[in-house]
């Protein structure tokens, strides 16, 4: 009986150094994309705002993935990509210089890609009166977005005030990609 408690020992030994020797391997890294956006114009008529504020859609605009940069940078390959999550969404107002944006109060960003539908990435609700802000990203999976060549975002926001014509805005987005090697 012994001499068959010493090789099960070893046997379960091995399959949890297995185990631990593969979440140690495991990839993960954030994927960065930085785009300009202008902010649309909302003509103003001289009158006051709207009360009760008005949506306005962004244009929407084409991230290069890099996918498959991504797969040969990390000796990895498409079919042992196990996850790709919104990481980090930000948004700077970068023109005009020394101005906020106090006439936002929720910012929504959509990711959308040939073939897939558009899903909410992240969001921020509340007034915002700074220049930059981190919005929530949302617990989605964009596996089969970060796999095609292209992925698009939409961007839309509240607007409780005009904003400043010409304002234009940075979006940084960042994918956390997750790939295991030993699948």
């Avoid at 993935?65 to 969404?89: A, M, Q, Y």
Wanted: net charge negative.
């Amino acid at each position: 009986m012994r001499k068959l408690i010493i090789p099960l020992v070893l046997l379960g030994a091995s399959v949890v150094s297995c185990n631990k020797l593969a979440d140690i391997i495991v990839i993960r890294k954030n994927v960065e994309y930085t785009q300009d956006q202008d902010i649309p114009n909302i003509p103003n008529p001289g009158v006051a705002f709207p009360a009760a504020g008005v949506t306005i859609p962004f244009p929407k605009y084409s991230l290069v993935t890099n996918s498959s940069t991504f797969f040969k940078d990390n000796n990895t390959s498409s079919n042992l990509l196990t996850s790709v999550k919104p990481h980090e969404l930000g948004i700077t107002l970068v023109q005009p210089a020394n101005t906020n944006l106090d006439y936002v109060d929720t910012m929504r960003v959509y990711i959308s890609a040939d073939g897939l539908p558009e899903v909410l990435a992240a969001h921020e609700y509340g007034k915002n009166n700074a220049s930059a802000f981190n919005l929530t990203p949302e617990d989605v999976e964009l596996k089969s977005y970060f796999l095609k060549d292209s992925m698009y975002v939409r961007l839309e926001a509240h607007f409780i005030d005009y904003p400043d014509s010409n304002s234009k805005i940075q979006v940084r987005t960042s994918l956390a990609v997750v790939a295991n090697p030993l699948k």
